[in-house]
């Protein structure tokens, strides 16, 4: 397993941006597949965002498809979630997962290793 530590969540009003970053412990996470996933209030934890560990292939639910974008520098062992056009409804903890997978997962089960999660509030 890696170590990851989430950053850049915060207060934003509706309609702004605001970019995550996910740092990874060491080497290894260049092998692994990254996804972002949320978590709002008494809500199922939901796929987001994710990258295979080429960076080549990516997956976006269709929730933010067209307003985040998923990417990563595997020599900064950084993982980014690039958020426009942000919601109300966009309003969670945003976790960083890490999987030495051959292909994106897009469920929790698939990820053996997690963040401590950053909070990202969308005011209206």
């Known amino acids: 397993q890696v170590q990851l530590i989430e950053s850049g969540g915060g207060l934003v009003q509706a309609g702004g941006s605001r970019r995550l970053s996910c740092i990874a412990s060491?080497?290894?996470?260049?092998?692994?597949?990254v996804a972002w996933f949320r978590q709002a209030p008494g809500k199922d934890r939901e796929f987001v965002a994710g990258?295979?560990?080429?960076?080549?292939?990516?997956e976006h639910a269709d929730s933010v498809k067209g307003r985040f974008t998923i990417s990563r520098d595997n020599a900064k062992k950084t993982a980014y979630l690039q958020m426009n056009g942000l919601k109300p409804e966009d309003t969670a903890v945003y976790y960083c997962?890490?999987?030495?997978?051959?292909?994106?997962?897009?469920?929790?089960?698939?990820?053996?290793?997690w963040g401590q999660g950053t909070q990202v509030t969308v005011s209206s």
């Open positions: 997962a890490a999987e030495p997978l051959t292909t994106v997962g897009t469920t929790p089960n698939a990820y053996g290793s």
């Open positions: 060491d080497d290894t996470f260049s092998s692994y597949s």
């Open positions: 990258i295979h560990w080429t960076g080549i292939h990516t």
